[in-house]
């Protein structure tokens, strides 16, 4: 991991550009030598240090059925934040994962746009400005970047241009880190399912019952011990007989 370096408030659009693009190259280089990938969370932390007036930096995930969240954070602001969002159905990093590419708040306190967030951010968090930017992901996935600062109109040009920059590079991280959790969802389910699946055929044999009275049986045991059902169906697997609790037909 790449140690920060200062950033110059002053410093030109420009050099923020230049200082950007080494970040980029620098982290992409450490964080793909041994083969591991880069993650969200590496590029929050780019961002923060290449973002002239960001003080924190997080990635606000909406996907379909699922409550929002926060895909990465430089610390706990952003989560916190998010949360507040998420609790109010309003605020800037929700309007930005799936509305203009760029929303600014100079003021967020008294940001009309957020009459409930606005002051409950300032109250808990000391933060004033924020910058967020949509990040494209594919599919029903949105995402948005945010960066935030306890200063009024903290955000210019420089900062705009400098995120923007970094913003097809963070999707296209992000997307591969959901790809990445999505097939180890999928693997773990295929998993449960073939386990499931054995523990039946354990049960059709041992008790000579069919399909579904076997999955019955492991379904009541899975219940009355409150414990999932593929650990229960593990039980049978390994030792060929339910674990203690109701084994009985009916």
Known sequence: MMQDQPKDP??????AVVDLTTHLERIAAAMTAGGRPITPDAVVE????????????????????????SAASTDEVPVQLDDL??????????????????????????????????PRCVETSGIRSMLCLRMPLGGEDYAG??????????????????????????????????????V???????????????????????????????F???????????RKLRDVAADVTYSGNLPEGPSSRG
């Open 184 to 214: 180890d969802n999928l693997s773990t389910a295929l998993d449960s399912s073939r386990m499931i699946g054995t523990a039946i055929g354990i049960l059709m044999t041992t008790h000579r019952v069919r399909e579904d009275e076997a």
């Open 10 to 15: 002053d410093e030109p659009g420009g050099e």
């Open 216 to 226: 019955a049986m492991l379904r009541r045991t899975s219940m009355t011990l409150n």
């Open 145 to 182: 970047m945010n960066f935030y600062s306890s200063q009024i109109d903290a955000f210019g040009d420089e900062d705009i241009t400098a995120g923007s920059l970094l913003i097809p590079f963070a999707a296209l991280v992000q997307q591969a880190d959901l790809h990445h959790g999505d």
């Open 46 to 69: 780019t961002a923060r240090v290449a973002v002239p007036h960001a003080e924190h930096v997080g990635i606000t995930l909406l996907r379909p059925k699922r409550r929002p969240r």
């Open 85 to 118: 969002q998420f609790d109010l159905d309003e605020g800037p990093c929700l309007d930005a994962a799936t509305g203009p590419p760029v929303i600014v708040a100079g003021d967020v306190g008294s940001d009309e746009r957020w009459p409930l967030y606005g």
